[in-house]
């Protein structure tokens, strides 16, 4: 089976370490996220994936922020059975093949050129109802050729960080502002996040740089008339962590008792 040879850089080098994170969870005897699809891209890709400096703890932390976000993903879709989903840098997530829709919902994966052209010769597009964009989430003109005539569930894992704030408004401005209703899914990191940036090793090693912290949630509601925050979890706090590795574990519990560290990292879910 011949390897793809993998030339990413910066941001979009750093969807090899969420990639692996999923790989090594599917190998544990505890899987959280079962996503076999990511071991077999593993494999298939020709890359030393040390670089990414992804751990068995962090590794369940990847497949939990995951399976947060397919939870709250499944929910929208069980009361909206014919949505439309936008996957904005969706990486080699295989969200859509986890979740299997249906041809009912409407789903949409998003990303640049290049990452869009190593999904499709490394990932199995799902059943249905399903395309792909090749284009960074913030281009003005991809938004355009997605019908507005559904409810609209967007989820971005692991891209506000790397967004300036003013593209990260103008963003969810334009999403709000043209579908019909709807919800936002997505992770963020806190002010702390971001000065901390450097000992994270697959963003150090990309070269890639952080950008947008958010320390208040509620701050976002004011960007578009009726948006709504309905869940801010602390990803100290995400159910399942009992599934980490004890080190883990003590890990967290430590974090979530720093007032400082506490907040580095959110799981945010929002209605429009």
């Given at each position: 089976m011949d390897r793809e040879t993998v030339t990413l850089s910066g941001a979009p080098e750093t969807l090899l370490a969420t990639l692996y994170g999923r790989a090594l969870d599917s190998r544990a005897s505890r899987s959280i996220l079962h996503d076999d699809a990511a071991e077999r891209a593993v494999r298939r890709i020709d890359y030393d994936?040390?670089?990414?400096?992804?751990?068995?703890?962090?590794?369940?932390?990847?497949?939990?922020?995951?399976?947060?976000?397919?939870?709250?993903?499944?929910?929208?879709?069980?009361?909206?059975?014919?949505?439309?989903?936008?996957?904005?840098?969706?990486?080699?997530?295989?969200?859509?093949?986890?979740?299997?829709?249906?041809?009912?919902?409407?789903?949409?994966?998003?990303?640049?050129?290049?990452?869009?052209?190593?999904?499709?010769?490394?990932?199995?597009?799902?059943?249905?109802?399903?395309?792909?964009?090749?284009?960074?989430?913030?281009?003005?003109?991809?938004?355009?050729?997605?019908p507005a005539d559904r409810p609209t569930v967007a989820v971005f894992e692991g891209l506000t960080m790397y967004l300036r704030k003013s593209d990260g408004r103008r963003l969810i401005e334009r999403i709000t502002g043209r579908f019909p209703s709807g919800e936002l899914l997505f992770d963020c990191y806190g002010t702390a996040g971001i000065r901390l940036q450097k000992l994270v090793p697959a963003v150090r090693r990309s070269g890639a740089t952080l950008h947008w912290a958010i320390d208040d949630p509620c701050e976002l509601e004011g960007w578009q008339d009726?948006?709504?925050?309905?869940?801010?979890?602390?990803?100290?706090?995400?159910?399942?962590?009992?599934?980490?590795?004890?080190?883990?574990?003590?890990?967290?519990?430590?974090?979530?008792?720093?007032p400082g560290l506490r907040d580095v990292g959110r799981i945010l879910r929002y209605r429009f």
């Open positions: 994936f040390r670089r990414t400096g992804i751990t068995a703890t962090t590794a369940a932390g990847v497949a939990l922020r995951a399976r947060q976000l397919d939870g709250w993903t499944r929910q929208f879709l069980a009361a909206h059975p014919e949505a439309t989903v936008l996957h904005l840098a969706c990486g080699l997530d295989t969200r859509a093949q986890r979740l299997a829709a249906g041809p009912s919902v409407r789903w949409v994966d998003v990303d640049h050129p290049e990452v869009i052209a190593l999904r499709e010769r490394l990932l199995d597009p799902p059943e249905g109802d399903y395309r792909m964009v090749a284009a960074s989430v913030t281009d003005e003109g991809w938004l355009d050729d997605v009726g948006l709504v925050l309905t869940d801010a979890l602390r990803s100290v706090d995400m159910p399942g962590m009992d599934l980490l590795p004890r080190a883990g574990r003590v890990q967290m519990a430590v974090l979530a008792r720093m």
